[in-house]
Structures are given as C-alpha cells and as structure tokens.
C-alpha cells in the first residue's frame, strides 16, 4: 500500500510550531518557582474542613505539607533556611492535632533538628520538651532528644541539665523506664565539669533505688570511679 506524502503547509506548521516552542523554552529554561520561606500554619478548623471532615485524614495531609515544605518543585531548601519560629508554630498545630502520636515530634527531632544552627536547634527543644512531658505511651524519649540537642546542638548544658532533672523526675512515676533516664542529670553534671555533684547523685541512686540488678549496680559504681578526682 503506498502511503500519501503530508502537504506541504502540514510540515511548514509543524516547523514553525517547533520553532515558537523552542523560543519560548529558552528564555526560561532556567526559571523556578521562589520559596516563599514556611507559611503561617493551619488551625484545626482549616485542617478538618481540608479533609472534607476528617481530622484524621487532615492530620495526615498537614503531616506531608509541613515534612515537604521548601523541598518542591526541584528545589531542595537547606535547614538554616527554615523560620524556626514558624516552624514550632506549625509543629504545635500539627501536634494539638492527635497528641498520641509521635509524627510530629519526630519529625523535630530527626529531621529538623538537623539544622546547623543552635538557636534553631533549641527552638525545637522547646517543643520536645513539651511533647516528652505527655503521659501517653513512651513520651519520655521525647525529652531525651531535647537533652541531645540542648547539648551538643545548641551547646547549652544549663538547659540540657534542666532537661535532664525532668527526665528524671519522670522516672518517679514511671517505673518502666530505664534506669538510665534517673542517672542522665549525673551524665550532664559530668559534662559540665561538675564531678562532685555527679559522684554524689550516683552515689544517692546507688543506695535509695529498690530493685536494682547486679549489671546496673556495676555499671553505676564503674561510673563513679572513672569520674575525675576533685581534691
């Protein structure tokens, strides 16, 4: 079967429409849409109304929104860029959303508390500080970031021992935790240079805590003589 040749006008159309296209790709190959920096945060009404009623689905929807912010359009926007100030804004909006789940505050912890910036850092201590005094489930570990962070993040060890002092405050009331979170005030006293007190504390753990097993008593009175000697 022999096949019939386009007309003529059918190619010059095509040609002439490759050639406007390609002129207007030029200029603006390189054009990208400009982060406008992170939003205002949504309140809960909005979010709900979002998901056409369900709180859970906005809750959910909100999540991915505020884990992508800054980081669409083939653009990647570093940390130190964020409004941190904002950010805890969205995180506590985000949070009052479902208080039981843990979404929110890891995604402080492990991703945006990954800024290069101690101020920023301990923008997002303050918000895990308040989300590791929740009593649901294992909460507590939330405030062991805070601790982290106040620490080798912002550097602040007056703030990572107050932490430290709530965390094991907790311990109190919650058996379950580990041994470990009633020692962390002694952990950061050793960090401030602070041998003495962190001898004492250990020293007071040692002989007022019921139950403890033969490996936690060594490992407490190993602690207490690899502190420095203070005469």
Known sequence: MKHSKAPFIVKAGLFFGG????????????????WQGVPPPPTAKTVKTSALGDAQLGYRMSGLTLQHLGDEGGQVTPLADYDYDRLK???????????????????AAYYFGGTPVPEDAMVIVDFLEDAGNDPYGEKWRWLVQ???????????????????????????AN?????????????????????????????????????????????????????????
Not at 22 to 32: G, I, K, N, T, Y
Not at 89 to 107: E, G, K, T, V
Not at 178 to 201: C, H, K, N, V
């Open 146 to 172: 805070a601790i982290y962070l106040s620490r080798y993040k912002g550097e602040d060890t007056t703030r990572a021992l107050e932490l430290a002092e709530k965390l094991s405050a907790l311990y109190d």
């Open 89 to 107: 804004q969205w995180l506590y909006s985000l949070y009052a959303l479902d208080r039981r789940s843990d979404f929110a505050p890891m995604l």
């Open 19 to 34: 050639c406007l296209a390609a002129s207007v790709w030029l200029p603006f190959q390189d054009v990208r849409t400009l």
């Open 175 to 231: 058996q379950d935790m580990p041994l470990w979170t009633l020692q962390m005030p002694a952990f950061i006293l050793e960090a401030r240079g602070e041998s003495a007190a962190a001898r004492a504390l250990l020293q007071s753990i040692l002989q007022t805590t019921p139950g403890l097993t033969a490996n936690e008593i060594n490992f407490i009175e190993d602690r207490i003589k690899k502190l420095p000697q203070i005469y």
